[in-house]
């Protein structure tokens, strides 16, 4: 059989399936693409808020951030 899955050195729950080449590939790919597809994400995520701050120069940014925004007097 497979290896079990150790969950925070406590626990141990038994695999389901057995060890497999094929299934260790296909899980190897999907692992593969997700890490992609985080990454392609991410990268869109940090351009809408670019676009946000230097094209419609809205305050969406510091809406979210922890920082406070210095007002202007006058």
Request: net charge positive.
């Amino acid at each position: 059989k497979g290896y079990p899955l150790i969950i925070f050195d406590v626990w141990a729950v038994q695999p389901l399936i057995d060890e497999s080449k094929e299934i260790a590939k296909q899980a190897h790919r999907a692992h593969e693409f997700m890490g992609y597809a985080l990454q392609v994400l991410i990268v869109l995520h940090i351009a809408g808020s670019l676009k946000h701050l230097l094209i419609d120069r809205d305050n969406t940014l510091y809406r979210i951030l922890p920082l406070k925004r210095v007002k202007k007097e006058g």
